[in-house]
């Protein structure tokens, strides 16, 4: 019997539905506790090539929601263990394993690549660089985020709103699983819908995850949704860029002192802490590019300067010390 009878049998599916997730191309940006649940689904479905990104080793305190992975994996690159064990489980998959991180740099090529993209790499410059990205080639995103037990998933881009239109500004200040948190289950959850959301997506199946999020607080045992086809784009998007589109020209300000982040993310680069950005002297010229590590502090000292009224600025989410 084949391996995917159970799943042909749906009318929804058939031979000629398996054939078309056969011939899919995903690109899976993050292999941590969402990715996990999406590769082995999308893996287990016959999705015939699978691009996984991640740039990060298993760690043994990821094991309890990060559960492809087990012991002997500790201390491996992710995106290199994801695919041992996705090819373990159903060798007849194509698997690229990039032990790399997303980026501005990179991104464009990435998405070019594939015929949809999974953004489970729970990183805010990751999520907005991805959109951007998949607005721009009109390709499908499928974004989530969890935390504690916590977190949303939905259908992104692909000639829908982009996740800047459902979320056009960053928390003031966010947790990690680290610092906050979080239950395997839930997360597991989160990636699981994921993945089905991406293979309703490649079969077309109605209605459409483009323009729905599914929103979980499992704490107190809730799920909802709401569709949001008619959000509209900000008209002032912060981009975010990488460290090679850094040029002589622009300003460009580290917000992180040396304790921080010992190395400056360009030859040029001042550092200046956010609280101190509008007495400093910047030029009202040319464009402003603000450094921090995950982009979030970034994104707020940003918006201080379009307040005080500086016009080109630009992000970098540069890695290191939060």
């Known amino acids: 019997m084949s391996r995917y009878a159970r799943q042909m049998i749906l009318p929804e599916v058939g031979a000629a539905g398996q054939e ?10 993050g292999a941590g506790g969402l990715g996990s649940p999406v590769l082995q689904y999308l893996g287990g479905a016959g999705v015939g090539c699978i691009t996984v990104m991640d740039g990060d080793k298993v760690e ?32 007849s998959l194509h698997v690229t394993a990039r032990v790399d991180c ?5 991104a464009a090529a990435m998405v070019d690549a594939a015929d949809l993209v999974v953004d489970a790499a729970d990183s805010f410059a990751v999520s907005y660089i991805l959109s951007d990205a998949c607005r721009a080639q009109g390709k499908m995103l499928i974004s989530a985020s969890a935390l504690g037990q916590s977190g949303y998933a939905g259908g992104f881009c692909g000639g829908g ?13 966010a947790a990690t699983c680290a610092t906050a ?5 839930a997360v597991g959850m989160i990636g699981a819908l994921q993945a089905q959301l991406a293979l309703k997506s490649l079969l077309n199946h109605q209605p459409s995850p483009r323009g729905q999020l599914f929103v979980f ?29 850094i040029t002589a020209a622009d300003t460009v300000i580290e917000l992180r002192d040396a304790a921080e982040a010992p190395g400056l993310p360009a030859s040029q680069a001042r550092r200046i802490a956010r609280a101190d950005l509008l007495a400093a002297e910047l030029p009202r010229k040319g464009r402003i590019v603000l450094c921090c590590h995950t982009g979030l502090r970034a994104w707020g000292a940003a918006s201080d300067l379009k307040a005080a009224g ?3 600025l630009a992000l970098l989410a540069a890695g290191g010390s939060a």
């Open 181 to 185: 948190g979080v239950m395997g289950p």
């Open 310 to 312: 500086y016009g080109d």
């Open 161 to 173: 709103p982009s996740l800047r239109a459902v979320f056009p500004d960053l928390p003031a200040q």
């Open 217 to 245: 607080r499992l704490q107190d045992l809730q799920v909802s949704s709401f569709r949001f086809d008619e959000a509209e784009e900000p008209a002032d998007a912060l981009p975010f860029v990488a460290a090679s589109h």
């Open 102 to 106: 997303l980026d501005a740099a990179n």
């Open 20 to 29: 078309r997730l056969a011939r899919s191309h995903v690109l899976v940006v």
């Open 60 to 91: 043994e305190s990821n094991l309890h929601r990060q559960v492809l992975y087990t012991m002997g994996d500790v201390g491996q690159p992710k995106a290199e263990a994801a695919r041992r064990h996705l090819l373990a489980a159903n060798p």
